[in-house]
């Protein structure tokens, strides 16, 4: 049975796969920092299956125990936090690379008001052997900047494993993934949602474990970076559809008046070719995005877009079949126009320069017309409500 929300003010909380070696430190910087600051807290292990003695570590310690069955960062970190009694959660790995004893800054924000505190690490301190060259000059940097511009999230420190939330908070970015995914998605959340964010220094050190560490850096970065994109259809799918398919129309338009020739390069009806490819591929991704986002609406992973929302209620099944109807036309008249020109030619031979440039557009158009009117019926699918099934009367 889940814990009541707000028993305690605090909750200090440390996902734990095999940390004997270390999680008695990481306890006793957390009691010591209660103890200290006066703050009603406690201390919750997320116990995500050791096999050593972790757990009875963390009993002897008067910490609390929560056994997390999933395997995975964002699972352990997840159950803990809904297992937590306090209005504040504060999160930390407890490989002794965190010093839960110097949590008041953030606590402090959280009092104020902050809905998510992270720690930063480049603001503070990265002591010597605390963090690989790659992920401390490559990875976190890279990565950082890549949620900055997707999401315009103010965190200048993305991964910081050291960071707090209110309870409410976490209720409301209800989070879903279950891996290294998990610090990402709440950062981009949080940002979403327009939650009030806020970061304090903090010091990274060694950890000291006497085994591997279970981050990898090369395999989690792509993860997080996948997650960002996935979780961006504007950036994944949206602005390259956008703008494939404005560059290929423009092409295709400008090819029809003629060739054009730019130094001893001529660009004529070949070049229009894969000017029309560019439009069909880039509408197709557009459509994509959009069946992205609206997915991401239903199921809760993606707070409502108004815009998209607005966009939604006006573009029925009936505006999109109009549409693709009328382009499917526009196509299939300089289809007849080019079988207009043969007759005209006793359907001999023609000239391919003349009767390409009617004939490429003409299939660009029936392949966008055709896309625009199946695309409606999908679209207008994602988009339906089922009711619930009625309680049985029998």
């Known amino acids: 049975m889940n814990a009541q929300p707000g028993t305690v003010e605090l909750t200090i909380l440390m996902p734990c796969l095999n940390e004997a ?43 609390r125990v929560v056994c997390v069955s999933v395997r995975g960062y964002g699972a352990a970190l997840f159950q803990g936090a809904v297992a937590a009694r306090g209005k504040f959660i504060i999160m930390g790995d407890a490989d002794g690379s965190y010093d839960f004893a110097e949590i008041g800054p953030m606590l402090e924000r959280l009092r104020d008001g902050a809905d998510l505190v992270m720690g930063n690490r480049f603001s503070g301190a990265i002591r010597p052997g605390a963090m690989p060259w790659k992920n401390r000059h490559i990875g976190n940097p890279i990565l950082t900047a890549i949620g900055r511009l997707l999401f315009r999230c103010p965190a200048r420190d993305f991964h910081c494993g050291l960071r ?46 006497n085994r591997p560490p279970h981050l990898r850096p090369w395999r989690d970065g792509w993860r997080h970076l996948r997650f960002m994109l996935l979780f961006s259809p504007r950036w994944l799918l949206l602005y390259p559809g956008l703008l494939l398919t404005l560059t ?37 991704v557009t459509l994509f995005s959009l ?55 006793s359907f001999g031979n023609l000239d391919p320069q003349r009767v390409m440039r009617l004939v490429i557009p003409a299939t660009m158009l029936v392949t966008v017309g055709v896309q625009t009117v199946f695309s409606s019926f999908f679209f207008s699918m994602l988009g339906l409500r089922f009711r619930r099934r009625l309680p049985s009367t029998k």
């Open 164 to 209: 707090g939330f209110s309870a409410t908070a976490f209720r409301r970015m209800d989070l879903r993934t279950i891996g290294m995914e998990f610090a990402s998605e709440m950062v981009i959340k949080a940002t979403l949602l327009q939650l009030r964010i806020e970061e304090v220094p903090a010091t990274l050190s060694p950890d000291g474990r």
């Open 248 to 284: 290929g129309a423009g092409g295709v338009a400008r090819l029809m008046l003629g060739p054009v020739h730019i130094g001893a390069v001529t660009l004529s009806v070949h070049t229009m070719v894969y000017f029309a490819a560019m439009v069909a591929i880039g509408f197709q």
């Open 21 to 63: 070696a270390t999680l008695a430190a990481c306890i006793g910087k957390a009691t010591a920092f209660i103890a200290t600051s006066g703050v009603e807290a406690e201390i919750l292990i997320a116990d995500n299956g050791s096999d050593d003695a972790s757990q009875q570590i963390a009993n002897s310690l008067g910490a």
């Open 291 to 345: 069946f992205a986002r609206i997915f991401a609406f239903e199921e809760g992973l993606l707070p409502e877009d108004p815009t998209l929302k607005r966009l939604y209620s006006l573009f029925t099944l009936e505006t999109g079949l109009v549409a693709g109807l009328l382009v499917l036309l526009a196509g299939i008249a300089l289809a007849a126009a080019s079988v207009a020109d043969w007759a005209s030619q």
